[in-house]
């Protein structure tokens, strides 16, 4: 059987017409996917079409033609006089729009019970005006599941005639179908199709290409962008204790059948100072999950204000949970409340609300990486336990961490300095973020380029002086916010929040 009349659909289906209600209304977004459902649900009752721009059609064959409009097609089949299905597409706009055709549908409904005669409405939306909610029968076709998206894998494998098809491993198919999870079955296809096409095969290296079907996807809400560059653990520096935790936690996500909901991982909340890597950690949780990441764009969201905010963020979230399994980072999450407090219409109220509920019952497969700069502007009810699962905060980099965050930018360059020169840079540069870090690493580069030498470790030392680092000039925030976090985050890194300077003797010798 096609994977388009899954057992599930179509026992639903079969159900219907085979108890007998005249009027079902199917609710997907996939016209082809109702008609195969329906030409499976009962293969020998014959099934027209009907719709505004082409009329009714039997097969290629037109039966009535457009003219006679949404009342002349209710007319048609009340008066045909043989079992048939007629699927009716976009009828929910004159469902709601005309009394009339409300009226002969209800006719329709008297006139086809027991006649084997069936109008079934398709439609993206669901539109039941509630005269009518007794007579029709509603079924939504939910998006295909893992199962499904594996069998549409093994089909198109084998109709694009891929080296291998009957026998993908099943570990391939897992992951392939995990990459194409909230895509309809039109729009996985398509993904299948165009990935073959470019990778010229269906394995590991296709996952990049399918999930760019996703990043379309996602991208429609205007709110939400798939990240394809995620960061490999070991190109954060420091952090050992959130690089522990999540370690520890990838296998406990990946067990949510055999574990406990409530030992599930559903996220973390990142804060501390700006530039020592909250948003690089957020993008590392997805690797270190190997799931793809999704970006909320919390000021977007609240940017939105009135009018159509609630609505677009209930359907971002929803999106979320149709792609899962995934990471979802909201960055900057207490720029929403800064917003929110400036707002009297009470929009950004219900949305955060919303937002506070959704942390909560989202489905497992999602896990949730947000971050903040200020988390003392957050309410309490946002990092009350049950939400998120630890909050972290990230000070500073201390002497070891620094040098590390040194190693990482500078072997991303392919520069190799001595190791004196390592040291006295990190003694240097006490307080400083990873961010500025990476700019001193880039002024050096800079000026050794524009020299025309490689960098080498003469540049890396002048360059440090170029930079006054945030600590100092903004030194009463930062204190601020370590004060705050002490006792209510956990610290990142194992030195804990209150580190004394970890500043070791700087080096006998002088500057090389
Ligand atoms: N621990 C670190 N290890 C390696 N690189 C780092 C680290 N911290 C910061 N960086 C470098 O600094 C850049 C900026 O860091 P990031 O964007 O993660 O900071 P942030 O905490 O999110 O800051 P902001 O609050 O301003 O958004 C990173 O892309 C990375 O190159
Ligand atoms: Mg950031």
Known sequence: MSVAASNRDLTAVRNLLDAGRPLIYLQTPEEERAVRLLQAAAPETPLLTWSVTEGLLDGKRTLASQADGPRGILDFVIAHTKPAIFLLKDFHEFLASSAEVRRRLRDLYHACVRKGKFAVICSPIKVIPPELEREIA?????LPDLGELQTLLREEAESLRVAGAAELAEDLLYTLGTALQGLTFDEARYAIRYAHRHAGQLDASAVALLQEEKRLLVGKSGLMDYVPDTVHIEHVGGLDVLKKWLTQRRDLFFSSDSVSVEIVPKGILLMGISGCGKS?????????????????DMAQVFAMGTGHAERLFA???RTMEEIAPAVVWFDEIENAITRQHQDSSGVLDRIFGYFLTWMQEKPLGLFVAATANRIDLLPAEMIRKGRFDQVFFIDLPDYQERMEIFRIHLQRRQVVVQELTLELATVRTEGWTGAEIEQAVISALTAARLNGEPLTDKYLLPALNEIVPLSKTMQEQVKHIRAW???RAVCASSKGPHRKSSKPQPPASGTP
Do not use: E
Request: aromatic share 10%; proline share 7%; charged share 20%.
């Open 280 to 296: 690089l950690s957020a993008r590392a949780v997805a690797s270190v999950f190997g799931l793809p990441l999704y970006r909320v």
């Open 138 to 142: 509603f079924v939504k076709l939910p």
């Open 485 to 487: 976090a002490s006792d």
């Open 315 to 317: 359907d971002a979230c």
